[in-house]
């Protein structure tokens, strides 16, 4: 089944890029997806990638996809304060029904 | 057009206790699901349902039950309450039954925050 996982914590200035790194093992993923999750709130969907695509760029955010290495990124450029949040990448187990999430990435944006 | 509405936001039990968190959409989604969330381990899957009358188990469904009745709803249940089940639960809806893409994607509510003691 879907194994996603992503790195605990990052901080970064403002005005700096962020980069959030997802590894996951399911090879037969089509859709990889972010979600960003601000504090007390649920989690809101920030962008995907198709299988068949190695990046993706929708305004300040770009998303890398390695299919042979199986690992998905997310930059955030010129990043401030209100992005701090935590970030979930996600993948659908073996095709399925079920969306698998990873452990989620905490970023802090320091002034 | 509230989305997807989660209640209570708060509830603190009693180990033993039942007790049922309500989700409801107003979207006219098909799919349906409960997650949990707990420190570093992510968002994990406890049910989730394609379709009024149809369930099924994710990765974590001991100790939850749940039904759907109608579209709009999917209650979970805690039978008998424990400490484990201490969590952030999110109820999640997509548009169709069928695999999840681009136009097919997962919208949360806002979380209910459960304590047993």
């Known amino acids: 089944g879907e194994d996603v996982e992503q790195s605990l914590f990052l901080s970064v200035r403002e005005g700096d890029s962020s980069v959030i790194n997802c590894t996951y093992t399911?090879?037969?993923?089509?859709?990889l997806y972010w979600y960003k999750q601000e504090p007390g709130a649920g989690l809101q969907l920030l962008t995907y990638?198709?299988?068949?695509?190695d990046m993706k760029q929708d305004q300040r955010l770009t998303v890398l996809l390695n299919k042979k290495d199986k690992h998905l990124s997310l930059r955030i450029a010129d990043t401030q304060t209100g992005d701090s949040a935590i970030y979930f990448c996600a993948g659908p187990m073996d095709s399925s029904y079920k969306l698998i999430f990873g452990s989620g990435t905490r970023l802090l944006v320091r002034p | 057009n509230a989305g997807v509405t989660q209640t209570p936001k708060f509830q603190v039990l009693k180990t033993g206790q039942s007790m049922t968190l309500q989700c409801a959409q107003d979207?006219?989604?098909?799919?349906m699901s409960w997650y949990r969330q707990d420190p570093g381990m992510g968002l994990r899957l406890i049910h989730y349902?394609?379709?009024?009358?149809?369930?099924d188990q994710g990765e974590v469904p001991n100790g939850y039950n749940v039904s759907r009745s109608t579209t709009e709803d999917f209650p979970l249940r805690l039978l008998s309450a424990a400490p484990s089940q201490t969590s952030v639960y999110f109820c999640a809806s997509s548009r169709d039954r069928g695999r999840f893409s681009g136009a097919n994607v997962l919208t949360f509510g806002a979380g209910s925050r459960l304590t047993v003691l």
């Open positions: 399911d090879s037969s993923s089509t859709y």
């Open positions: 349902s394609v379709g009024a009358g149809i369930t």
């Open positions: 990638i198709f299988s068949n695509m």
């Open positions: 979207m006219n989604h098909e799919y």
